[in-house]
């Protein structure tokens, strides 16, 4: 749909030539930016050489068995918690895999009427906020 607009430096037929005060603009269709470079690939030329390319993701094996249905999960700093469809959680710290503390959901209700729908977790992985569908939150 862009590709097709051309803006045009005369007026409409029913609007007078008035500019107020405006320069008078004498051009057809976009400019190019004058700034916008061409992204550079590896096997350009002009690529530094030399220079050690370090994946930023490693992905990898985690081997844990999920003690029920995965209801929502999050990551963040780390730190993956996993909400369960049996109203618990599971906090696995990536860089200490052997300890991986349960959280439970306690409340007055009985846990056939919780359930949880998501959880946020904020960057650092320090504070972590559950909703359920029931309109519950928790900290």
Known sequence: MFAEYVEHAS??????????????IQYEGF?????EE??????DSSFPTGIEQTPIFNLGRVGY??????VHMDSSSSLLTMAFSN?????????QPDAVPLITLTTKKSPSELTIYRIFMD???KHTLITTEQGDNFY
Do not use: C, I, V
């Not at 068995?65 to 995965?70: F, G």
């Open 123 to 125: 960057p650092s992985g």
């Open 31 to 35: 400019e190019s930016n004058p700034f």
């Open 11 to 24: 007026a409409p037929p029913n609007r007078s030539q008035t500019n107020y005060g405006l320069p008078d």
């Open 65 to 70: 068995t999920l003690p029920a249905p995965l």
């Open 38 to 43: 061409e992204p550079m690939s590896p096997n």
């Open 87 to 95: 109203n618990t959680l599971r906090q696995l710290n990536l860089n």
